[in-house]
């Protein structure tokens, strides 16, 4: 066609980003892939490769090594060979790995870019602009981080050996995410690149070479799920971190539950996209195409639940139709291609299957009219409105270019549908009213709220989920701490196997008291739920005795219904959260100024259990604690970072919400205080079961918080046989967090049966805590776990 | 190779011709602009988010390409849509003859055998002057079609009485200039006295008659987008058949941002009324590339029917040089320099 016609038709055209030098460095390779292990290539021990694809056109890429459980065992022996050498070189000899490493990412971005599009099937535009210039800025924040570890971390090790599992939705950018904190922190890493998009991994290896980087340090290993599972099953990996489906990441706590394995997951999601009629609206439509359509839908936190206030409902969806129909669709390598492939026909098929379902359950399907190229996977953009909470569409992740639609009437209503989800990653909010924007951020149970903008990343961010969408955070000072142990913590020593009690055990002795005597009046110890003293549902107690074998009294016998309902008045007393910090700090004080007036009696009591001299310092100290914790209250504050846009990010520490906590036997009163307080003072709301050694101090305690204001269901105290309760503690689905301070079996228990809601699992391993040292018993470690951050994107500008 | 799914937009462009309309926007064929009355309620409810609008004319950039003869005949289109503008104290009537010699011919001969491009006869869309040089402008390009273009209205400042600036329009008209630009009192803005404004704009249109009237927002001065939106509407409301940014003497001209908003305001503008308006960036506009990046924006916001000299100009000066430039370089594949073009 000649200019002349061009000149009149004013089409695009073709505007191929050359692929030839990636192809070359395909072909350098022979187009086929060993694994890189100890700083060289292995071939597979079983010797079996895969193909990958270029799902552009469904050619064969390249074979590559399929990782047998022998593989990843070379792996990880490599890395803990490596381990001990990484970690003594100084913070800034790793830090110049780091930067190293951020360089030649630079150097090779463009091979990086289109190897990535070849293997993955993302426009250039994305992996060139978006992706690899993030994995870049990684590295350099990171290896800023490696620099100032032992200044900002004094207290901490590295884990040790760390797996890494990645999807493909991200493959260089997710490698970034896991290996930046993981070498900044003195780690060494096993990583297992998406069976669907090794490529990259396998560059990133070369660089790592190029880089100097030790042998054995980093190393990759490709494979299946099959080669995963093996990783989170070796036995010598002391990390696991994982970003990928929801259900595995439910497979992988089950699997890691009976390890000391620390373990992040950043997991699916439903990400509703909330507008408000005083939006600009144009630029909401670009927010969406930012959200929905970019990398094809593939992403875990893309906007795909479009929230519409009623009354710019009908507008907004004419805009969105609109602009949906000047999307470009095909060859991803094309310079002006909105919309590539999809990654694999597996995943097309899923989304086809999706849509289908939506379909039937009621939803208007519309797409814009485009010519889909012949060849390769491609899905074009899809809007689903008429859509209802109830709908399939609405609750599962469809990872395609699929947005699912539907309205609302108030800012309430908004934020009540977009909570509605068993996820948490993302929430996009667009409006021109900063009251109304913060207001509904600050409702919303998710990692990240993006105020008119959507889908911002960087490095200095702390990005990860609520609920089902995962814990742990990758990006910023609480990403590191993912990788990092409190060095006293990590040679802590073991408990012993506590001999739990059950029912059997529970042996019925009368025991009267000294004949002749005046006998005391018969004292009543009771659970205490929701603000009440209430007698156990089982209608049983436990008996407790002294050290000496002396009945002590009778503890009540809780059981699951007892659980059941001091989780209801737990979420009930959700306004803890939103009373100020100053006046949950109030209430601490008041209770430790009342526990300072009753020390006499409770350390007389606990005495018999712990002995005279630990009764004493157990109630000295938690009066201390009880300040420490009130002191904290408004002092655990956030951050503001500085990622390199215009723009405000704040990081909230949030309280999690509803927080089981099983509370060590050794220390009745302090271990019960050590816990709970945090918890507490940041606006958690407490199921706490207490020392199953003496669960007669609720009684002490629900008599301290009774005249001390803390308002009714904030702390619930259920006593009974710990292993029941932690069960139902555990599997509890609306319960955010358990944390088990018990021995070993008690802490894997807690880990295993977590998996429904996956809920936040915090334990001791196991280990034994010096509850008496106020240097490892408190302070942030604790508040820490009690919080979880939410980042806030506020862009400004006028 | 892409799939050009949209071109339906261009094919519409053949139903233009009938009933008078002079644009498409989503199959919908559009009227001139005769104005509405003013609305308040649609200035205040204007919405822009300053940062998203950048986000996205930044994405937009890099969104969009043309490559090889795509390219080639991209820039062509550009040079159609230039109101080839000279605009300065020292102007006389000579440096204005050569302008109009180099709108007549923006591109060598040569070249044009080179692109194969002969029979579309490309010529700039009009030259850009001060009514002082109507006359000469309207001789030197006699018989061309290329129009003549006169800044009025006590261009740049805009701050003569308004009896003046409405006569300094009727003295262009009569003298026979095809089009009029006239400025904004940016104060009517600042001091959000919409109906001042619009009054304004309308009676520079009952002045302007059937020529085609530019209004001139000065971006540069107005400062926020949110401002850029709400003159963008009432000049649109008054009648404007263009609406043009800058008058190249403010401390900042056309920006993409900038004509983002326009364009927008203009897109809603004809959902609600069925009538087209033009836009017109101005100032800063020098690169060829630049060029593209204009066109491809309108092309995706308003669709191929506003890619035309009828509804899309560049005010430029230097921007046409590059662009010569670009198509030697094209047409003979070694990179060319400026001195080897005629200049203007």
Known sequence: ?798 | MPVEQNEFRSAARHDLHSGGAIAILSGRPLLPNSGIPLNLDWVREVRVNTSAVERRAQSQVARRTVKKEWQAAWLLRAITCMDLTTLSGDDTDERVRRLCAKARHPIQQEIERQLGIEELQIKVAAVCVYHAFVETALQALEGSGVHVAAVSTGFPAGLSPLAERVNEIRRSVEAGAHEIDVVITRAHVFGGRWQALYDEVAAFKQACGSKPMKVILGTGDLMTLRNVARASVVAMMAGADFIKTSTGKEPRNATLPVGLVMIRAIREYAQETGMAVGFKPAGGIRTAKQSIDWLAMIKEELGLSWVRAEMFRFGASGLLGDIERQLEHHATGRYSAEYRHPMA
């Not at chain 1, 980003?17 to 072909?27: F, N």
């Not at chain 1, 009046?521 to 929701?530: A, C, E, F, N």
């Not at chain 1, 089982?538 to 007892?562: C, F, H, M, Q």
């Not at chain 1, 949950?584 to 008041?590: C, D, I, N, T």
């Open chain 1, 1 to 798: 066609m000649s200019i002349a016609k061009k000149f009149v038709s004013m089409e695009y055209g073709p505007a191929p980003e050359d692929s030839k030098e990636a192809t070359t460095w395909l072909d350098r390779h022979g187009y086929r892939f060993q694994h890189f292990i100890g700083g060289g290539w292995q071939a597979p021990a079983a010797g079996e490769y895969f193909d990958t694809v270029d799902p552009s056109n469904g050619e064969k890429l390249a074979s590559v090594a399929q990782g047998s459980a022998a593989d990843v065992d070379a792996a990880v022996k490599a890395a803990r060979a490596a381990s001990s050498g990484w970690l003594a070189l100084s913070p800034h000899a790793r830090a110049r790995y780091l930067y190293a490493i951020a360089r030649l990412v630079q150097k090779h971005s463009r091979l990086l870019a289109v190897l990535e599009t070849m293997d993955n099937g993302k426009p250039i535009r994305e992996s060139r602009d978006i992706d690899i210039p993030l994995v870049a800025r990684h590295f350099y924040h990171h290896a800023g981080w490696a620099q100032l570890l032992k200044q900002e971390f004094p207290e901490y090790v590295p884990c040790g050996v760390v797996g890494q599992i990645i999807p493909w939705n991200f493959p260089l950018l997710m490698l970034a995410w896991k290996i930046a904190p993981a070498l900044a922190t003195g780690n060494s890493v096993v990583l297992k690149p998406a069976e669907f998009t090794p490529l990259t991994a396998l560059a990133f290896a070369e660089i790592c070479q190029e880089a100097g980087v030790p042998a054995g340090v980093v190393n990759i290993v490709t494979g299946d799920g099959a080669t995963g599972e093996a990783l989170v099953k070796h036995p010598d990996v002391d990390k696991i971190a994982f970003t990928g489906p929801t259900e595995v990441g439910r497979a992988i706590r089950a699997a890691t539950a009976t390890s000391h394995k620390r373990l992040s997951l950043e997991l699916g999601g439903k990400s509703p996209f909330i507008v408000f009629e005083d939006a600009d609206l144009d630029s909401t439509v670009e927010g969406l195409v930012d959200g929905i359509w970019f990398n094809q839908g593939q992403v875990c936190c893309a906007g795909s639940r479009l929230l519409m206030q009623e009354s710019i409902a009908e507008a907004l969806i004419a805009k969105v139709q609109d602009r949906m129909s000047t999307l470009r669709i095909g060859a991803p390598l094309d310079k002006a291609i909105d919309i590539g492939a999809i990654v694999a026909k597996v995943q097309l098929d899923r989304i086809h299957k999706l849509v289908d379902q939506g379909v039937a359950d009621g939803a208007t399907c519309w797409q814009p009219q485009v010519t889909l190229p012949s060849r390769g996977f491609y899905y074009p953009p899809t809007l689903l409105s008429n859509v209802h909470p109830t709908s399939v569409v609405a609750q599962q992740e469809i990872f395609g270019p699929v947005l699912a639609a539907m309205t609302f009437r108030t800012p309430a209503e908004a934020v009540e549908l977009a909570n509605n989800t068993v996820y948490g990653l993302a929430v996009c909010v667009w409006s021109e009213s900063i009251n109304v924007a913060l207001h509904v951020a600050a409702q919303l149970k998710a990692g990240v709220v993006w105020v008119n903008c959507t889908n911002l990343f960087d490095a200095s961010c702390g990005f990860g989920g609520y609920r089902e969408s995962g814990y742990g955070r990758e990006g910023g000072r609480e990403g590191l701490l993912e990788y990092l142990e409190l060095a006293w913590f990590k040679s802590a020593p073991m408990l012993p196997a506590a001999k739990t009690l059950a029912p059997l055990e529970a042996k019925l002795e009368e025991d009267s008291g000294a004949p002749g005597s005046t006998p005391a009046i018969d004292r009543t110890v009771k659970l205490y739920i929701g603000g009440k003293q209430t007698r156990p549902d089982s209608g049983y107690s436990i008996e407790v005795r002294a050290t000496d074998g002396r009945l002590l009294g009778e503890a009540p016998l809780g059981n699951r219904k007892d659980i059941r309902n001091a989780v209801e008045a737990a979420r009930k007393a959700a306004s803890w959260a939103k009373a100020t910090a100053h006046n949950r700090a109030q209430v601490l004080y008041y209770s430790a100024e009342n526990l300072s007036q009753r020390r006499d009696e409770i350390a007389h009591r606990l005495a018999a259990v712990v002995g005279e001299k630990q009764a004493a310092a157990e109630v000295d100290l938690s009066i201390e604690r009880i300040f420490s914790y009130a002191a904290w209250a408004d002092k655990f504050d956030g951050a503001v970072h500085n990622p390199p846009f215009r723009n405000v990010a704040i990081a909230m520490n949030e309280a999690i919400g509803t927080v089981g906590v099983i509370c060590p036997r050794e220390a009745p009163l302090l271990g019960f205080l050590s816990l709970v307080m945090p918890a507490l003072a940041v606006g958690d709301t407490v199921i706490a079961v207490p020392s199953e050694a003496y669960p007669l101090i609720t009684g002490d305690l629900y008599q301290l918080f009774d005249t001390s204001d803390l308002p009714g269901g904030a702390l619930n105290i259920v006593s009974g046989y710990t292993s029941q309760l932690l069960k139902t503690l555990a599997e509890h689905d609306d319960v955010d967090a358990i944390w088990c301070f018990g021995d070993e079996a008690s802490a894997a228990a807690a880990k295993a049966m977590s998996v429904g809601n996956l809920k936040q699992v915090w334990t001791n391993e196991g280990r034994a805590i010096d509850w008496f040292n106020p240097q490892l018993a408190e302070g942030r470690w604790f508040l820490e776990h009690a919080t979880q951050v939410k980042n806030i994107w506020v862009p400004y500008g006028e």
